[in-house]
Every structure is written in C-alpha cells, then in structure tokens.
C-alpha cells in the first residue's frame, strides 16, 4: 500500500526548491471559487492529494509559496522542463532539514536554560525546608514514612514500588496508582536519582525525591512528556526488594 504522505511528498519535490526562481504573477481574488463537484474515483483522488500536499506542508511548516508550487506541479504535469535539477532539489531539502534541526535545538537550549535556572532555585529554597535532605549528588529527599523492612541489596537490584512523577508546576506524567497496580524496576535500568533515591529507603518506606536535571534526563528532556533541563519530583512507596 502506498502511504498517501509519501505520494504527496513526491508530488511536491520540485515546488520547494523553485522558491528562487524568477517570481510568478499572483492573480487576486476577492471571492471564494464555487465548489467543486466531484465527479468520479479520479477527481476524489486527485483532490485528495491536493489536499494531502497542504496538510503536509502546514504540519512541515515549509516556507513555500503558493504560486511556485502550483508552478511546479504545472510544469511537471505538462512534461515542462523543472527550474531546478534533481540534484538541486535533494540540497534544497536537506538545507531545509538542517535549518529545522539547527532551531530546533536552539529552541530546546533555551528552554533546558530556563528550566535550569528555575530549577536550581527551587532546589536552593527547598534545601532550607524543615525535614528535606540533600544528598552529595544533589538528590533531595524527605521521608513521609518510614518502614522497617530491609533495603535493597544491590545497585541493580529489582524493586516493587507505588510512585507518581511530576513536574515543579505538579504536572503529574506518571502514575503507577493510577494505572491500579505496582511496579517493578530493576534499579540499574532508571534514572540515576531515582535509583539512588531507592536504594535509600527500607521496604514500607514512602519518600518524595526532588531530582535535578543532571540526575533525570538532562537537557534533552523525554519525548513530549518531560521538558530539557527539568527538575522532577517522585513519590515512591517501596513494598518489595528482590
């Protein structure tokens, strides 16, 4: 089956590098075309590419414009010689690409930046809290309860815990209590603060630990879920240690 993303992308290769070719003349019109009437399998395809060639360009954000793509799709369909070469083409799209990538880690930087900052303060004021302690790495920790059960006996050591992960704002983006049942970590598998917060606790314990970003996931955060540069906070309640 041909996925109709790859069928419009094909469609649309020799729009995007035109952009530097001699301008076209844009026609104004004030008043919305009548609509079309769609008269077989062949026009519903066809307007369906067109319409697959728009979604992909506004979710690409490609900065084109509209009268040199419909150019392109014109000279081609009319068997016209293109503007640019194949080759052309291929740096074009790469150009693009990287200039996506470079913003997009500019962009991710300044936010690991700012969460930092935002972080490290919150780290300072709370390390003066009644009851939180810091460890050497900079691990901060508070006991809700403490258990009498026996520690975990290793680094790598497999754990059944309760937890729930949030963000400073109390964005909650996981919980193994709301998913109704315990889970279970291999110690070594984790983040390091997480599994140096464990390895802390005897079984019955309940503790909440304020991670810095060095000890979770660093500046390039995880997936949507976790910002670059971000403090995270755990509740966790160790029932087992294997």
Not at 25 to 41: C, G, T
Not at 84 to 101: C, G, L, P, S, Y
Not at 212 to 220: E, H, K, Q, T
Request: charged letters at 25%.
């Amino acid at each position: 089956m041909v996925r109709p993303t790859r069928i419009a992308l094909w469609l649309l290769v020799g729009a995007i590098g035109i952009a530097g070719a001699q301008p076209v003349q844009k026609k104004s019109s004030s008043a919305a075309p009548p609509a079309i009437q769609l008269r077989d399998f062949a026009d519903s395809l066809s307007y369906a590419l067109g319409m697959n060639i728009v979604q992909m360009v506004k979710e690409q954000n490609f900065p084109m414009r509209r009268e040199v793509l419909i150019r392109a799709l014109t000279d081609g369909f009319d068997s016209r010689p293109f503007a640019i070469t194949e080759q052309d083409m291929v740096a074009v799209f790469q150009h693009f690409q990287q200039q996506k990538q470079q913003e997009e880690q500019a962009k991710q930087a300044a936010e690991a930046a700012k969460n930092r900052a935002d972080g490290e303060k919150f780290l300072r004021d709370n390390a003066k809290r009644a009851g939180v302690k810091t460890t050497p790495s900079g691990l901060q920790y508070e006991v809700i309860q403490q258990g009498n059960g026996p520690k975990p006996s290793s680094p790598s050591a497999t754990v059944k815990v309760h937890y729930r992960g949030m963000l400073l704002d109390g964005t909650e983006f996981d919980s193994s209590y709301k998913r109704g049942e315990p889970a279970e970590f291999q110690l070594d598998r984790v983040i390091k603060g997480w599994s140096e917060g464990v390895q802390l606790m005897n079984v019955g314990s309940k503790y909440k630990f304020y991670i810095p970003s060095d000890l979770a996931y660093g500046d390039r955060g995880a997936g949507n879920v976790i910002p670059p540069g971000a403090v995270l906070v755990f509740e966790v309640e160790l029932l087992e240690a294997k």
